[in-house]
Structure formats: structure tokens, C-alpha cells
């Protein structure tokens, strides 16, 4: 499930990361990370943020070898709208600096700077739409016809198991 809500944007952020170095021209295009360019951002959190770069390489691994649940869009979806709607209830529209200010993009697509063009609830509706349809979905169906026909692979068995050697649906009989 999570990895629907990761790996589109995760890989997004990836692209962008390495874009200026392949380009060779240091343009951030889309802007997500360029953060990681900026030398007022403390080294830690430059650090810190590369974990974008590998989690979509981890993602894919585990749906791989665990397999993918045909119903995680709709489990993701529904996890979405919670989240996004608890974000909108604790965040604030800006101003005050000790409250957490536009968490997950609920007031607009900016940190500092909310949106103009709907009323907070259309725009929380609309992020909710934009990311079950734009991002989750599409993933969905890759991972859905492209790992979710690959069968897990079967759990390890130890042979120094000390579980019983009786099969499942037998019944011990006491002599």
C-alpha cells in the first residue's frame, strides 16, 4: 500500500535530483528538490533527505518479493483522505510559526503561500482527487500488471524447526 503513495513521487523527487548533474547546467526543472542545492539548508537535512533516492528502489523490492494486494488503491486511497483531512484540521493557513503551517499541501501547492482560486475545502477535495487519480492510480496499475502477477516467493523453511511434524487438518490421536 504505501508504496502507491511513494513511488511516483519519490521518483519525481529522484529525477530532479539528478537532472543538473546529468544536464550539467544545475537547473532544478521541477523544483522539489532543489533544496538540496541550497547551502542555507543545514547538511543534515540534505542528508536526511536522500533517503527520496533509495525508498523507491526499496518499495519495488518488497512489493516484489512480498507480492501486491489487488485492493491497496483503494486502501491507499481511503488512507489518503484521512490523512490529508487530519492535515487540513491541525495545520494553518500561515501566520503563526509555532503551528505546523500547510502540512501535505492542504492550503496550497506552495509552503508559505496558500492558494487564491477555491475555498479550503474544494482545494483539500481537490488535492485528495489529484493524488487518488493522478498518482495513485497510475502506480497502481503498473505495480498491478507488472509485479502483481508475480507470485511471492515462498517463505524460507528451517529444517531444525522444532514445530510438530504433524500436517495441518490432521487430528492427534492420544494411544
Do not use: C
Amino acid at each position: 500500500m504505501a508504496a502507491i503513495s511513494t513511488l511516483g513521487p519519490l521518483t519525481l523527487w529522484t529525477i530532479d535530483y539528478i537532472t543538473p548533474w546529468i544536464v550539467g547546467n544545475g537547473t532544478h526543472y521541477l523544483f522539489i528538490a532543489a533544496y538540496m542545492a541550497d547551502p542555507k539548508v543545514p547538511l543534515p537535512v540534505r542528508i536526511i533527505s536522500t533517503f527520496h533516492v533509495w525508498l523507491p528502489f526499496l518499495a519495488m523490492w518488497l512489493v516484489w518479493r512480498l507480492g501486491y494486494h489487488r485492493r491497496a488503491w483503494i486502501a491507499q486511497s481511503a488512507y489518503a483522505a484521512l490523512i490529508f483531512t487530519i492535515s487540513y484540521l491541525i495545520s494553518v493557513r500561515e501566520g503563526d510559526k509555532s503551528m505546523p503551517v500547510n502540512v501535505n499541501w492542504v492550503f496550497g501547492l506552495e509552503p508559505m503561500k496558500p492558494h487564491k482560486h477555491l475555498n479550503d475545502v474544494q482545494f483539500v477535495a481537490a488535492v485528495i482527487v489529484l493524488f487518488v487519480i493522478a498518482i495513485y492510480l497510475p502506480t497502481h496499475l503498473l505495480l498491478r500488471y507488472t509485479i502483481g502477477r508475480h507470485k511471492p516467493l515462498p517463505a524460507q523453511s528451517d529444517e531444525k524447526s522444532t514445530a510438530s511434524p504433524m500436517r495441518a487438518g490432521e487430528n492427534h490421536k492420544d494411544s
